[in-house]
């Protein structure tokens, strides 16, 4: 079973830093996925990134995949207190159709 | 469009009863997702239906099942429940007919057995 390891596990900052979050695996992926959970409520998408390389942005989030589809990063600049949440990736199990999970970066961004 | 319903929030049950739990998928998607979230293990699958069929399975005890309707509302069912069943149950939808595994989710049941 492929994992996805996810660091920092907790991150807790004040409004206006900027932070990197990282979701890493021995394992290629085709496409990998990040969602943000708020306490309460289940998980919502925000970004699926599919070309080795790829660089996208959302607003004040930065998503990357690695160059060689194994690993992501989240780069959020200038936190807001609305950025707290759960962040998880998840990707297709190789050769199936499960979706696997992150264990998630629980982020708190002080105002 | 309307999201992902789930029903009921919450449910508290005793150890050895067991308890359904239901899903309305967005209008349109057929393939519907059930999770299970802990603070310990994070989120894990637990199975997947497509058409009425299960497609996919994650490793959990025959205790935990599920079953799917023609339009497309799901439910899992999770019998002689444990204290270690004590979780946030997330279902997901999606249009996984297209190739997409982008997951909708619903705001979970929290299920709490005492």
Same mark, same amino acid.
């Given at each position: ?28 992926? =085709? *496409? %990998? ?5 708020? !306490? &309460?409520?289940?998980?919502?998408? +925000?970004?699926?990134?599919?070309? $080795? @390389? ?17 690993? =992501? *990063? %989240? ?5 807001? !207190? &609305?950025?707290?949440?759960?962040? +998880?990736?998840?990707?297709?199990? $190789? @050769? ?16 | ?114």
């Amino acid at each position: 079973t492929q994992l996805l390891e996810q660091s920092p596990q907790f991150l807790s900052i004040q409004e206006g830093e900027n932070l990197t979050v990282y979701c890493n695996s021995s394992s290629v992926f =085709s *496409s %990998l996925q990040w969602y943000r959970q708020e !306490p &309460g409520e289940g998980p919502v998408l +925000l970004v699926t990134v599919v070309t $080795g @390389g790829e660089v996208k942005k959302l607003k004040r989030l930065t998503f990357q995949f690695g160059d060689a589809r194994k690993d =992501s *990063s %989240l780069h959020i600049t200038a936190a807001q !207190p &609305g950025d707290t949440g759960l962040y +998880l990736c998840a990707a297709l199990q $190789g @050769g199936s159709e499960k979706l696997v999970f992150g264990k998630g970066t629980k982020l708190t961004v002080n105002p | 469009k309307a999201g992902v319903t789930q029903t009921p929030r919450y449910l508290i049950k005793t150890r050895g009863q067991q308890v359904t739990l239901s899903c309305s998928p967005i209008s349109g998607h057929r393939s519907v997702s059930w999770y299970q979230q802990t603070p310990g293990q994070g989120l894990q699958f637990l199975f997947e239906y497509f058409s009425e069929t299960q497609r996919n399975k994650g490793n959990f005890p025959g205790r935990f099942s599920g079953r799917q309707f023609s339009n497309s509302r799901s439910e899992m069912n999770v019998s002689t429940l444990e204290l270690g069943d004590s979780a946030l149950y997330l279902c997901a939808s999606s249009l996984a007919e297209t190739g997409s595994y982008e997951q909708y989710f619903g705001p979970g049941t929290r299920l709490t057995v005492t």
